[in-house]
């Protein structure tokens, strides 16, 4: 009896034992599999490092298969074009995210028209980037061109009909559109872009929007009732203040997705490797050029200064991150 | 003064909170928009032959993507069966053993892999495995999708399982049962819908990926099963198709991406069934 007792017990023992053993080995892979992404990506990165330095941040001449002479690899059209389109769309995603979370963190907690609110913010980011992608490519694009074609009609009409205060009107208009903003009638763009991107980043910001107004506390909220604010009043002194650093945290896990995404942007920003001079100019992001160029790269430096791209790309994306979630987790943490 | 004054308030009120509704519902005009023209576009094109035969040779009519549905299905699977055993028991470790330094370690390689860009993944697998074996490969996209997998399924097993009580746990180890035994019958059945249901959300996210797929599965005209050849996948297909210059091969991605829309839907709704049916209440 004693001896199978403790028989079993040993065999109980051994058993925690490898459990336990195994659950510590694939959370180290994880930890493994993090190091070994990064350490790659830096390894093959190198001989484009070595070769081109600070070069490659700086040029902006991105030439991988010259007629004559070496392969010149400058990735700052890249990154200007990546910096606007993200910027953009965050600028054009920002309002509707926060009165989307204001709508169902503070007016419409429950219920029915917050549940189909949810399920739809929610679809949209169901929704898979190439199909966003696609919609741009044969609904979208066509659209703004048409706008920017109307625009050039517009320009090329003749004004000598009109009062001399209308045609200097029509002449700064002109200014603005032509000279300052540089509006080609092609469709495809850093701004057509940045609208499908806005779209598809606006569930990331209004879900956690929607999550830190909903944490607001309501003696707060019913203080300033009390002295007689009203409901705009209590939104905008009490909840948005309250809420910032949350809102702040939103953007920036939005923004992490904005740079990182691929397919949508590669398939309507016109993917032009030149500096673009204007917000409708077609360009490429980090995230474009490497899905045109990097099944076809064939010299060593080329594909190595692709991967140079992703590595950048992904420390990016992971200290833009790391921040959000560094707010959010302080904010869990005094609520 | 003081009437005129409330009256603007009030008004000011009003106004932002019409403003507020607006904006909201503007927001649902794309989705409306997207899914009209996929269906508009995608259900001419949808037919028995749609999904039942070979793609024909690029710019001629008739074909069907049954390549394509079969190379998805493979390589989701396969995604699936490298990620949902390492995530959950991941996800156990973090739930079990919260307080460690090293629990604080995979948590923070678990966030970040989970912004990290689709497209750097699939770079990832191009360099770990198409480069040695010189062969774009079915196996090198699913290995790029698990890692967009794990962190999903790592997450939502640790939320679910945190949820669990601790009495249920220490009611078991005090019976005798070891902890192991604790763990696969007692914790995981009670999580069981939380984890099916970030197994789905997961599923229903790398379906519709393509940036990981373009430079490791990359896409075959061809019927293959062979995971270390090319397999063509749904979303790959859609983009190849999309850029051709043919308008029957555009026609064509319209009616995937019903497809593929469709599909994600399906999985989504299922996620929520299953979150809602087993729902863990004490």
Redesign the interface.
Same mark, same amino acid.
Request: glycine share 6%; charged share 15%; proline share 5%.
């Given at each position: 009896m004693t001896v199978s007792f403790s028989f079993c017990l040993g065999r #109980?023992m051994k058993?925690?034992k490898?459990?336990?053993g195994?659950?510590?080995t694939?959370?180290?892979?994880?930890?493994v599999?993090?190091s070994a992404?990064l350490i790659?990506?830096l390894i093959?990165s190198f001989p484009s490092l070595k070769e081109y330095g600070i070069r490659f941040f700086t040029g902006s001449n991105w030439d991988p298969n010259p007629p004559e002479g070496k392969p010149e690899f400058g990735a700052l059209p890249f990154f200007v074009g990546t910096l606007i389109t993200s910027f953009l769309a965050l600028l054009i995603c920002f309002?509707?995210a926060i009165?989307?979370a204001? @709508?169902?963190g503070e007016?419409y907690r429950n219920g029915n028209v917050s549940q189909f609110?949810k399920s739809?913010?929610?679809?949209?980011a169901?929704?898979?980037?190439?199909?966003?992608?696609?919609?741009g490519?044969?609904?979208f694009v066509p659209v703004i061109r048409n706008l920017e074609l109307k625009i050039f009609q517009m320009a090329y009409t003749d004004y000598s009909h009109l009062s001399a205060f209308s045609q200097k009107l029509m002449f700064g208009l002109k200014f603005i559109l032509f000279d300052l903003l540089k509006i080609q009638p092609i469709g495809f763009g850093m701004f057509t872009a940045s609208v499908i991107l806005a779209?598809m980043i606006?569930p990331y910001a209004?879900s956690i929007g929607r999550e830190v107004i909903s944490m607001v506390p309501n003696d707060l909220k019913e203080a300033a009732y009390s002295m007689g604010a009203?409901?705009?009043?209590v939104?905008r002194y009490i909840i948005l203040p309250y809420c910032r650093s949350g809102i702040m945290a939103g953007i920036l896990?939005a923004l992490?997705?904005a740079?990182?995404?691929?397919?949508a942007v590669t398939?309507v920003i016109g993917n032009r490797n030149l500096m673009p001079k204007s917000i409708f100019d077609p360009a490429n992001t980090l995230?474009s050029v490497?899905?045109n160029e @990097?099944?076809e790269a064939v010299n060593q430096l080329h594909m190595s200064s692709?991967?140079q791209l992703?590595l950048l790309?992904?420390i990016t994306?992971?200290v833009?991150?790391?921040f959000g #979630?560094l707010i959010i987790n302080k904010m869990n943490k005094a609520a | 003064m003081t009437n005129s004054h409330l009256k603007y308030r009030l008004i000011k009120d009003k106004l932002f909170y019409l403003f507020v509704i607006l904006m909201s519902f503007i927001v649902t005009v794309p989705l409306f928009v997207i899914i009209y023209y996929i269906f508009k576009m995608g259900l001419s094109s949808l037919s028995w032959d749609f999904i039942s035969k070979l793609p024909a040779p690029m710019g001629e009519s008739g074909g069907g993507i049954l390549n394509a549905l079969i190379g998805t299905a493979i390589i989701v699977l396969l995604s699936s069966l490298i990620a949902v055993p390492i995530g959950i028991s991941a996800g156990i470790f973090l739930s079990e053993f919260k307080e460690r330094k090293l629990a604080k370690y995979v948590r923070f390689c678990t966030e970040v892999l989970q912004g990290a860009p689709s497209i750097v993944l699939g770079i990832i697998a191009y360099i770990w495995i198409v480069k040695p074996t010189q062969n774009f490969s079915a196996l090198s996209g699913a290995v790029a999708l698990s890692i967009m997998m794990l962190p999903v399924i790592i997450r939502s097993t640790e939320e679910t399982l945190k949820m669990i009580p601790h009495t249920l746990k220490e009611a078991s180890l005090s019976l005798g049962v070891p902890y192991s035994t604790t763990i696969f019958r007692i914790i995981l059945p009670c999580g069981l819908n939380g984890i099916l249901t970030g197994v789905l959300l997961s599923i229903a996210r790398i379906m519709g990926e393509t940036a990981p797929l373009l430079f490791t599965a990359f896409g075959s005209p061809f019927l293959s099963l062979d995971l270390m050849k090319p397999m063509n996948s749904l979303p790959t297909m859609i983009y190849n198709y999309a850029a051709s210059p043919y308008p029957q091969d555009n026609a064509f991605a319209w009616g995937i991406s019903a497809i593929l829309c469709i599909f994600v839907l399906v999985i989504n709704l299922i996620a929520k069934g299953v979150s809602k049916k087993w729902k863990v209440q004490f």
């Amino acid at each position: 009896m004693t001896v199978s007792f403790s028989f079993c017990l040993g065999r #109980k023992m051994k058993q925690e034992k490898i459990f336990n053993g195994y659950l510590y080995t694939v959370s180290i892979l994880m930890i493994v599999l993090f190091s070994a992404i990064l350490i790659t990506l830096l390894i093959e990165s190198f001989p484009s490092l070595k070769e081109y330095g600070i070069r490659f941040f700086t040029g902006s001449n991105w030439d991988p298969n010259p007629p004559e002479g070496k392969p010149e690899f400058g990735a700052l059209p890249f990154f200007v074009g990546t910096l606007i389109t993200s910027f953009l769309a965050l600028l054009i995603c920002f309002p509707f995210a926060i009165m989307i979370a204001v @709508f169902l963190g503070e007016y419409y907690r429950n219920g029915n028209v917050s549940q189909f609110l949810k399920s739809m913010v929610e679809l949209l980011a169901g929704i898979p980037s190439v199909i966003y992608g696609l919609w741009g490519l044969f609904v979208f694009v066509p659209v703004i061109r048409n706008l920017e074609l109307k625009i050039f009609q517009m320009a090329y009409t003749d004004y000598s009909h009109l009062s001399a205060f209308s045609q200097k009107l029509m002449f700064g208009l002109k200014f603005i559109l032509f000279d300052l903003l540089k509006i080609q009638p092609i469709g495809f763009g850093m701004f057509t872009a940045s609208v499908i991107l806005a779209v598809m980043i606006i569930p990331y910001a209004a879900s956690i929007g929607r999550e830190v107004i909903s944490m607001v506390p309501n003696d707060l909220k019913e203080a300033a009732y009390s002295m007689g604010a009203t409901r705009f009043e209590v939104i905008r002194y009490i909840i948005l203040p309250y809420c910032r650093s949350g809102i702040m945290a939103g953007i920036l896990l939005a923004l992490g997705r904005a740079i990182g995404e691929t397919m949508a942007v590669t398939m309507v920003i016109g993917n032009r490797n030149l500096m673009p001079k204007s917000i409708f100019d077609p360009a490429n992001t980090l995230a474009s050029v490497l899905a045109n160029e @990097f099944a076809e790269a064939v010299n060593q430096l080329h594909m190595s200064s692709l991967i140079q791209l992703g590595l950048l790309l992904f420390i990016t994306t992971a200290v833009i991150n790391m921040f959000g #979630k560094l707010i959010i987790n302080k904010m869990n943490k005094a609520a | 003064m003081t009437n005129s004054h409330l009256k603007y308030r009030l008004i000011k009120d009003k106004l932002f909170y019409l403003f507020v509704i607006l904006m909201s519902f503007i927001v649902t005009v794309p989705l409306f928009v997207i899914i009209y023209y996929i269906f508009k576009m995608g259900l001419s094109s949808l037919s028995w032959d749609f999904i039942s035969k070979l793609p024909a040779p690029m710019g001629e009519s008739g074909g069907g993507i049954l390549n394509a549905l079969i190379g998805t299905a493979i390589i989701v699977l396969l995604s699936s069966l490298i990620a949902v055993p390492i995530g959950i028991s991941a996800g156990i470790f973090l739930s079990e053993f919260k307080e460690r330094k090293l629990a604080k370690y995979v948590r923070f390689c678990t966030e970040v892999l989970q912004g990290a860009p689709s497209i750097v993944l699939g770079i990832i697998a191009y360099i770990w495995i198409v480069k040695p074996t010189q062969n774009f490969s079915a196996l090198s996209g699913a290995v790029a999708l698990s890692i967009m997998m794990l962190p999903v399924i790592i997450r939502s097993t640790e939320e679910t399982l945190k949820m669990i009580p601790h009495t249920l746990k220490e009611a078991s180890l005090s019976l005798g049962v070891p902890y192991s035994t604790t763990i696969f019958r007692i914790i995981l059945p009670c999580g069981l819908n939380g984890i099916l249901t970030g197994v789905l959300l997961s599923i229903a996210r790398i379906m519709g990926e393509t940036a990981p797929l373009l430079f490791t599965a990359f896409g075959s005209p061809f019927l293959s099963l062979d995971l270390m050849k090319p397999m063509n996948s749904l979303p790959t297909m859609i983009y190849n198709y999309a850029a051709s210059p043919y308008p029957q091969d555009n026609a064509f991605a319209w009616g995937i991406s019903a497809i593929l829309c469709i599909f994600v839907l399906v999985i989504n709704l299922i996620a929520k069934g299953v979150s809602k049916k087993w729902k863990v209440q004490f």
